[in-house]
């Protein structure tokens, strides 16, 4: 597939547009995870390590592709690890594991009452 | 054959990535759904990162003799990566997420240049235009990646000061544009013009000046400002990997790069504001510099309370607000907090949570570490959604902040925090603060007068110890009702 410069300018514009618009509304409450969360998007970098470590002709491409997998695999595992964990602890009292919470504050205003 | 459908399910899975990325992004927007986005951005990945092996199937004869060596490579390579940022990432502590984070930044914006280093190496860039967008993918890149590892020294306290001289922006100047000059120097040898060096001594330097130039840019912004200067990374890596996507001629690259550089500037801008400073002020104006902070006069004491007293007027109170500081995060008080907060909220209580913007020591994860402890998420209300709200409130308790409710914020034109958002403790009808001692200045070392207001009252102590106090002194008090 080709992207000339023209093509590329343009899917340039529009993704930049795209990121600006999705993240525009974003509460501040998930400022840390969202961006983790972005780091981990551009972590599909390892895609691109692995184009050029699997057309490498030389050890010399070996090597830097070999480090250019390495990162971009570690930028894209660590982020998704730690993004996940992080949004995974957001819950809300409507949340199942609070309702029994709930449930033991009312019993206990029962009691005292 | 087997080349050509290789190659329409590389494209194809790549552009299902890019989709799912967007719409994983567009649910993190909120709390509710935001888990499932960040999966559902995953599933996206893991399906490109599979398609992306049947490159073996398309390589051009030059590479076919390392074909299997160059297959077995990358299994290592993304086995290797893979697992060590995932098992890191899986028991990171979350007060040293901030960290963490610039560390896996960094490693993209090193992918990127690696990548760009190859295209240089082996000449492969097709034209002027992709063998520009090439240099700035590895100047960009690389600059991320030196300055992401400074950054995380820096929050991780293995470099505690900022390093600060004169000349410092006059020296950075000359490494940019010395890189740049070598880069010119690139396209002209690349051209076939004249060249003092060897091409691939002139690519080595050119990434040399890049990492140095990252190194000093940041070594002196202070440890305050480095959760911006991690959120600039982010979206330089972004745009890095943009820049190299097009080089590589793979759209998926250019699109998911592209959307995580502009959505890391504009979060970029959300807490420079939030912190009430700009981002050229951040990289160009060191907070640190300024050394004259005058001592404001401030007419009253502070007067300490013991811990069970207050306790026990929160107990009776209607309404409390609670504003927790990294004071809170650092004694590992949170877990106590909540329990705290939900003997309040049994007695009948009404408990919020406000939390600044840069509550923490990155913006956002003050509320991560609440979430951690259990607290649901609509008991967390950010600055402007409850300010109103301390004046009718009975009591604000603040734990372990100072700046971000210092009232000089809103009234001594002469602070170095005037005009900053600051939350209204001292509107509230009464105000505990948990501190560690008396006296004391926040991170901007500036005063803060809300302690010595007639309404508030002091609890000294490790928050931890404290809120166990009170813990104690709560139920104590249902015992002896019983």
């Known amino acids: ?113 | 054959m087997l080349s050509i459908i290789s190659q329409v399910v590389i494209a194809v899975t790549g552009f299902a990535a890019a989709l799912l990325f967007m719409y994983g992004l567009k649910r993190m927007s909120s709390p509710a759904t935001a888990a499932s986005g960040i999966r559902v951005a995953g599933v996206g990945m893991l399906a490109a990162v599979l398609a992306a092996f049947l490159y073996f199937f398309t390589v051009e004869a030059a590479a076919k003799p390392l074909h299997f060596v160059n297959l077995g490579l990358a299994v290592l390579a993304l086995a290797i990566g893979g697992t060590i940022a995932w098992w890191s990432g899986k028991t990171v502590k979350m007060t040293a997420m901030p960290q963490m984070v610039a560390i896996y930044n960094g490693m993209g914006g090193g992918a990127a240049a690696a990548i760009a280093a190859v295209e240089l190496f082996g000449n492969h860039a097709d034209g002027d235009t992709q063998l520009i967008a090439a240099l700035f993918g590895a100047i960009i890149g690389a600059v991320s990646l030196s300055g992401s590892i400074i950054a995380w020294a820096k929050l991780d306290r293995v470099l505690k000061e900022p390093l600060q001289f004169e000349g410092q922006q006059i020296l950075n100047g000359v490494v940019m544009l010395a890189t740049l000059a070598v880069g010119g120097a690139i396209v002209v040898a690349v051209a076939g013009g004249p060249h003092v060096l060897p091409l691939p001594g002139l690519i080595c330097l050119f990434l040399g000046g890049a990492l140095v130039f990252g190194v000093l840019m940041t070594l002196p912004i202070g440890g305050a400002d480095m959760p911006v200067v991690i959120s600039i990374y982010n979206a330089c890596t972004g745009i890095a990997v943009g820049l190299e996507g097009f080089v590589l001629q793979n759209p998926a690259l250019m699109i998911a790069g592209m959307v995580v550089g502009a959505a890391g500037t504009l979060l970029t801008v959300l807490m420079a504001k939030a912190m009430n400073r700009t981002v050229f002020n951040v990289l160009f104006k060191h907070f640190g510099a300024s050394k004259k902070r005058k001592r404001g006069a401030i007419a009253g004491s502070e007067k300490p309370v013991e811990a069970s007293d207050a306790a026990i007027d929160m107990r009776y109170a209607k309404s409390v607000i609670i504003v927790p500081g990294y004071g809170l995060a650092v004694s590992q008080g949170q877990q106590k907090l909540y329990d705290f907060v939900k003997l309040l909220v049994a007695a009948g209580v009404s408990v919020k949570f406000a939390i600044h913007p840069v509550a923490g020591r990155m913006p956002g994860q003050m509320d991560v570490l609440l979430a951690e402890a259990g607290v649901p998420y609509d008991m967390i209300f950010q600055l402007a959604d409850i300010n109103d709200q301390f004046a009718t409130t009975d009591v604000a308790l603040v734990i372990g902040a100072n700046d971000v409710v210092n009232p000089a914020a809103r009234t001594d034109k002469s602070s170095p925090i005037y005009g900053m958002p600051i939350l209204n403790a001292d509107k509230a009808k009464k105000v505990y603060v948990i501190k560690r001692t008396a006296g004391g200045k926040g991170y901007s070392g500036v005063v803060n007068g809300l302690f010595y207001d007639p309404n508030s009252f002091m609890v000294y102590g490790d928050a931890s110890a404290v809120l166990a106090k009170m813990i104690e002194a709560v139920k104590g008090l249902g015992a002896a009702a019983a």
Request: proline letters at 3%; charged letters at 10%; a positive charge.
């Open chain 1, 1 to 113: 597939m080709a992207v000339n410069v023209y093509a590329g300018a343009y899917i340039f514009m529009l993704a930049a547009f795209a990121g600006w618009v999705i993240i525009g509304n974003v509460p501040a409450i998930l400022h840390t995870p969202l961006m983790s969360g972005s780091n981990f998007v551009h972590g599909i970098v390892v895609v691109g390590g692995l184009f050029v470590l699997l057309n490498a002709t030389n050890v010399l491409e070996q090597s830097i592709g070999f480090v250019a997998v390495l990162l971009g695999a570690g930028n894209a595992a660590g982020g998704y690890a730690v993004t996940v964990r992080m949004l995974e602890m957001f819950k809300s009292s409507d949340d199942k594991p609070h309702h029994g919470a709930r449930r033991r504050h009312a019993a206990h205003r029962a009691t005292k009452a």
